[in-house]
């Protein structure tokens, strides 16, 4: 969807300053190390999906989205997931009691503490067979289609309606968008490159480029 999570290439909100990596902690403050923990500790219930935890944060109002860091809008979102998947209700989250028995099928499903350290953070593949072969090839000229979706989508703003070269192909990935609402399906996935003058004008360094992930829904040939 179109919102102010879809950052990339918009004026107005400060220059990116990235920290090296030799020096930037995993975390900055405790508490965020004990937001992520909670995330995939639920996450292991399995009752949503990535695609559903990003639409989510997505859906955040624009002005808390803005204001908040990034494990601050981790936090927004999964509350909004708790309370729509009824593992808890708003009155619970502002008193911290429970007041409901928790549901029978997510008894069956308690996580222990030992099985969160030792849980793989990626515990399954994203491979999905496609029903159609590829339409792009390396070295075609493609286009991202000028499409503004409601749902979830991973085309980022700044791309769409510019020209690029399909540099590989990635096999057939589960599509976001239909993730996001729960449907497991396979989509082709490209890396693009878009050169960098394509993207910003005359004011972009004559050198630079950018390289995307995109899905084929998101692609047409260029003319």
């Given at each position: 969807?179109?919102?102010?999570?879809?950052?990339?290439?918009?004026?107005?909100?400060?220059?990116?300053?990235?920290?090296?990596?030799?020096?930037?902690?995993?975390?900055?403050?405790?508490?965020e190390s004990r937001v992520y923990g909670i995330v995939?500790?639920?996450?292991?219930?399995?009752?949503?999906?990535?695609?559903?935890?990003?639409?989510?944060?997505?859906?955040?109002?624009p002005a808390d989205y803005l204001a908040n860091?990034?494990?601050?809008?981790?936090?927004?979102?999964?509350?909004?997931?708790?309370?729509?998947?009824?593992?808890?209700?708003?009155e619970e989250l502002q008193t911290g009691r429970a007041s409901t028995p928790v549901p029978e099928h997510i008894v069956e499903k308690v996580v222990h503490v030992e099985q969160v350290r030792a849980a793989p953070y990626m515990t399954s593949s994203y491979d999905r067979p496609a029903t159609s072969s590829p339409r792009f090839s390396p070295g075609d000229r493609v286009r991202a289609v000028n499409r503004y979706p409601r749902g979830h989508t991973r085309a980022p703003g700044y791309v769409r309606g510019h020209t690029g070269i399909v540099r590989e192909h990635y096999g057939s990935q589960v599509y976001p968008d239909l993730s996001s609402q729960g449907v497991d399906e396979g989509r082709?996935?490209?890396?693009?490159?878009?050169?960098?003058?394509?993207?910003?004008?005359?004011?972009?360094?004559?050198?630079?480029?950018?390289?995307?992930?995109?899905?084929e829904t998101y692609l047409e040939p260029a003319p």
């Open positions: 969807m179109s919102g102010v999570h879809d950052l990339g290439g918009m004026r107005g909100f400060g220059p990116v300053r990235p920290e090296p990596e030799s020096e930037e902690p995993v975390f900055h403050e405790e508490w995939r500790l639920i996450g292991l219930l399995g009752l949503w999906n990535i695609d559903m935890s990003r639409h989510n944060r997505e859906q955040l109002p860091s990034y494990y601050e809008n981790w936090f927004a979102g999964l509350l909004k997931q708790l309370v729509g998947t009824g593992l808890a209700s708003e082709h996935l490209y890396n693009v490159r878009f050169e960098g003058r394509d993207l910003w004008g005359e004011s972009a360094n004559v050198n630079s480029a950018v390289y995307v992930d995109l899905w």
